[in-house]
């Protein structure tokens, strides 16, 4: 379990509390300091009272009270440090005090005998704002209490003007109220498919040393705010290893019940790069899965059974996937810091994140990000992986093309390499070995010219092919040479890591 001290950001107010942030396993749980009633007194003083609207009291003038009475210029609030049981009477509602100190005092006094208060409870507010007035809180140092804005003020309901609080009786009894700060759970954030994200809703901006947690019902999100951009990345990589593992942990609960030629390889959430009208950059949140021969895209984790509802699928042998540059080009001395793996993920610079590009046919790219690089290095041979099954599971493929007016068959085969044949005779016209291409030129649309070697001359000999979805084609010839070099070569596959790749 790891445990440690941030600030729980609330975007809506701009303010910031302090939190106790504690992670297992399987949750986040969000703490916040409170003060407890610890022995002696009633047990009903740690009830909250945050549905109570308002209160109304009876009380002499001449009498200590329990209202500390702060102001606009003291930035507290008048606070109500105790309320006993027939004090409580019928509720109302007055308008909100918002004025200073004395005023809020000369209201109080000349209001009459029975004063109706709306309230609020103030669970957020620090925590010397809920002790009791005389209270010696959890120390015993006298100048603790000397501290406090409300003491600071000098205005208490029962006239004293001087920087003390009232004096307590010298023989203290023995069911006097003890109280103490305590750290309780406030919140209990669920890890599993949840995700993070360092980007301020809406907008493309990245938030500084802080991030959101968002569960996987999209409803419980919070934001952590941190000291320095070291804590920040530390918590982030922490949380997001556990989100990890619990998705591991998923997938292979369900490969046990999924066919073979149905794994599930790798899932996850990425943030997705859309481009916005006046080239304004939009960012989406999806789930990928690599699946069996598909890619798959959700908005959401597909739970239960909800597979079948992917917004997009694709083919595996048809999808390329590419990894951007994440520095500038001038940035050489970071860029092989980070590949070398002396870079921490928490020297990167905010405004260049991990990303990817899934090519996939007719021409259609995706860009996606991730919050680290060792998601981004898991997400590339997560990929490597899925293809290379894919090709091994089928082996070989056909498309429809045409050659000088003939409508012919081209074929990828994993164990003889590329031929074409008449699409009406099944005559093969030619065939060559994935060891003979020696290169390939295309216009982008349709058309390819194929270079291959003769084994016997050792001359190129050119094949040009037109294609309906050339795009296709050329992620499909990619997928089957990659994988027949890492079935010669099995290292291959993780050799070809961001770190070797990028070397």
Request: charged share 20%.
């Amino acid at each position: 379990m790891k445990t440690g001290l941030a600030l729980l950001h609330d975007e809506l107010t701009s303010n910031s509390y302090d939190v106790r942030l504690k992670l297992t396993k399987e949750l986040l749980i969000i703490q916040k300091q409170d003060v407890v009633c610890v022995s002696g007194g009633d047990s009903h003083l740690n009830v909250s009272t945050e549905s109570l609207p308002s209160i109304r009291s009876r009380f002499r003038h001449d009498s200590y009270t329990n209202f500390s009475c702060g102001g606009a210029e003291h930035k507290v609030p008048v606070v109500i440090s105790k309320i006993f049981k027939d004090q409580v009477g019928k509720m109302t509602s007055v308008p909100p005090i918002r004025c200073k100190a004395k005023h809020s005092v000369h209201l109080l006094r000349t209001a009459g005998d029975e004063v109706t208060i709306t309230v609020r409870y103030l669970r957020e507010a620090p925590a010397f704002l809920k002790l009791p007035l005389g209270s010696p809180g959890p120390s015993s140092d006298q100048s603790s209490r000397a501290s406090s804005p409300l003491f600071d003020s000098g205005l208490h309901l029962n006239g004293n003007s001087n920087n003390t609080a009232p004096s307590s009786p010298s023989s203290p009894s023995a069911n006097e109220p003890k109280y103490e700060k305590r750290w309780l759970d406030a919140v209990s954030l669920p890890l599993f498919m949840a995700r993070i994200s360092r980007r301020k809703a809406g907008t493309d901006k990245l938030r500084s040393n802080s991030f959101e947690v968002i569960a996987l019902d999209g409803v419980c999100t919070h934001v952590l705010q941190f000291c320095t951009a070291t804590e920040s990345t530390d918590w982030l990589q922490a949380i997001s290893t556990n989100i990890n593992d619990l998705t591991q942990e998923s997938i292979k609960m369900a490969n046990k019940y999924c066919s073979p030629d149905d794994q599930i390889v790798h899932m996850g959430w990425v943030c997705e790069h859309l481009q916005g009208g006046d080239v304004e950059l939009v960012h989406s949140c999806r789930f990928l899965a690599l699946r069996g021969s598909s890619l798959l895209v959700f908005r959401s984790p597909p739970v239960s059974s909800y597979w079948v509802q992917a917004e997009a699928s694709f083919h595996l042998c048809e999808v390329l996937f590419k990894v951007h540059k994440l520095w500038i080009a001038e940035d050489c001395w970071i860029q092989s810091r980070f590949y070398l793996g002396l870079q921490q993920d928490g020297e990167l610079r905010d405004s260049e994140p991990f990303c990817f590009s899934v090519l996939v046919g007719h021409g259609q790219s995706f860009c996606y990000s991730v919050e680290l690089g060792s998601e981004l290095v898991l997400w590339e041979k997560a990929f490597q992986r899925a293809v290379f099954m894919e090709v091994q599971r089928v082996r070989s493929k056909s498309y429809m093309c045409s050659s000088q007016g003939k409508i012919l068959c081209f074929t990828l085969d994993f164990e003889s390499g590329f031929s074409c044949s008449d699409s009406i005779s099944k005559k093969t016209i030619w065939k060559y070995k994935f060891s003979q291409l020696k290169g390939s030129s295309d216009d982008g649309k349709t058309r390819v010219k194929l270079l291959f070697q003769n084994s016997e001359n050792k001359q190129i000999e050119m094949k040009e092919l037109e294609f309906a979805n050339l795009t296709a084609v050329l992620h499909c010839i990619h997928s089957f040479i990659a994988a027949k070099v890492a079935t010669v070569d099995p290292v291959f596959v993780n050799n070809q890591s961001l770190t070797q790749k990028y070397m």
